[in-house]
């Protein structure tokens, strides 16, 4: 972790000035930690920029998606460049661009979680009450559970960082935990962050209820039926989360944090969602390089299966005629939300969960329910087979520009079977080089 050590404390003073000088500044030296977070005021501050580095351009405001995007087999890289092409191709390298960016981002993100981790607590003022410093431990805890989740599902098992860091040496020489343990720590601090958290409904700042959400998704990657049920639920049965109709609801005229999303981060003017200008055409200012395929196209303008969905792709004008996504839309350019976590997401983990476990009229009605917002006809689904593949494919045309098809594949074993890739090595990414270098306790994933 050498290389991300300096990238953590300049920011947090920058923060408060300016959100865009945040994410674009590089600092090469370290700052004494006594100059960043000392009061309220600087405490706040470096809660913003721990969300901006969840949000920024290497995580989810484009690179970590498309890590996703990109190998799932539903979406074309039209451009030249290198990085994408190899993840479009199946040939992933450890220096590529993309994954390298993903990877420093993930963990710039947790380290920002272990400033706060280690800061507040100590922190002496009186606009700073004990609930405030709870809520704020809370969000650094969730943010860091959902960072290590990602990085679990990405890469395996990481080093677990759990601490500030301070100087170069600091938090190196960490040897890469197991898979299992990395995911232990996902739901150590879940399970920290949720009493900490108020139980409010927020659809841009960790909540207990968002933390709710992820525990659900964590269950269901980790094989855990009856408690991805339960905690779905939880969602589920409150008001407060609905599934908009129709589909495009949630995105369409501008809506943003709708009932039907539970986690959505937010962007604007000074603080840009980069995936406009790889989906939308030149036409509407952006670069088209990422597209649907043809087999994707077919499924959403087919009204038995995509339905309303539809609303997610567009044409461009003769002679063109080429396909975009459109979810990330907007004018100004770069201020739609990223989708993180959707109401959608819990009814199909739900249907899962109860699938594995036998309840096949429940998992039917919950799948059904996403069918019946889609405007498609119900499934008639009837035996745990046929029921986990229908709902495989509704999670495909339910969150095609979301990050999820790579993962859900891998997940349930169905990569070899959709992609043909039956190297299961390369179900993985690889550790990027620069990090290999910087830190000889890492090591590389089998068969990079």
């Known amino acids: 972790m050498k290389k991300l050590v300096y ?14 000088q945040f994410l674009d500044v590089q600092p090469d030296l370290q700052v004494d930690q ?34 996703s995007y990109l190998s799932g087999g539903d979406i074309n890289w039209t451009g030249s460049q290198t990085a994408p092409q190899e993840i479009f191709a199946r040939r992933v390298t ?11 981002a993930i963990y710039q993100t947790i380290l920002a979680a272990n400033y706060l981790l280690e800061t507040v607590p100590n922190l002496s003022d009186p606009q700073l009450t004990a609930d405030r410093k709870n809520q704020i431990l809370g969000e650094a805890y969730a943010v860091r559970a959902l960072s290590y989740f990602d990085l679990a599902r990405g890469w395996g098992g990481v080093q677990l960082i759990l601490k500030a860091t301070y100087a170069p040496t600091d938090n190196t020489g960490i040897p890469r935990s197991s898979l ?15 009493p900490l ?28 039926w009856e408690q991805a049920e339960s905690y779905a639920t939880k969602l ?64 959403l303008n087919d009204a038995t299966v995509g339905g309303n969905r539809k609303e997610l792709i567009a044409q461009t004008a003769a002679p063109g005629n080429l396909w975009y996504g459109k979810l990330y839309y907007r004018n100004p350019l770069g201020t739609d939300p990223a989708y993180l976590i959707r109401i959608a997401e819990l009814y199909l983990i739900r ?19 996403v069918r019946s917002r889609a405007a498609v006809p119900a499934s008639t689904a009837a035996t745990k087979d046929a ?57 590389q994933n089998e068969g990079y």
């Not at 990238?7 to 865009?20: D, G, N, R």
């Not at 450890?94 to 420093?104: P, Q």
């Not at 079977?417 to 690889?430: A, Q």
Request: hydrophobic fraction near 40%; charge should be neutral; glycine fraction near 4%.
């Open 34 to 67: 006594s100059q960043a977070i000392t009061n309220a005021s600087t405490a706040e501050a470096a809660v913003n920029g721990m969300y901006n580095r969840l949000g920024n351009d290497s995580y989810y405001g484009s690179n970590f998606p498309a890590l």
């Open 7 to 20: 990238s953590i404390l300049p920011a947090v003073l920058l923060l408060t000035s300016s959100c865009q």
């Open 236 to 299: 589920i049965d409150d008001t407060n989360y609905k599934l908009v109709s129709p589909y495009s609801a949630f995105f369409a005229n501008n809506a943003v944090a709708t009932t039907e999303s539970v986690f959505e981060i937010a962007y604007s003017n000074s603080f840009k969602n980069g995936h406009y200008n790889w989906w939308l055409p030149p036409a509407l200012s952006g670069r088209r390089e990422w597209a649907p395929n043809d087999a994707l196209v077919k499924s």
């Open 387 to 443: 029921l986990l593949t229908a709902i495989s494919d509704e999670r495909r045309v339910e969150f095609p520009f979301e990050t999820d098809r790579w993962f859900d594949l891998v997940r349930t074993g169905r990569v070899a079977t959709v992609l043909g890739i039956t190297d299961t090595r390369k179900y993985v990414f690889p550790i990027p080089n620069s990090e290999l270098l910087a830190d000889k306790a890492l090591t």
């Open 197 to 224: 958290l108020s139980a409010t409904t927020n659809r841009n700042r960790f909540t207990r209820k968002t933390v709710w959400a992820l525990r659900a998704r964590y269950y269901l990657y980790r094989q855990e």
């Open 180 to 194: 299992t343990d990395t995911y232990a720590q996902v739901l150590k601090d879940l399970t920290t962050a949720e």
């Open 94 to 104: 450890s220096t590529n661009g993309y994954v390298g960016s993903a990877w420093a």
């Open 351 to 369: 249907a899962e969960a109860r699938a594995q476990l036998g309840k096949t009229t429940l998992a039917l009605a919950d799948l059904n329910a």
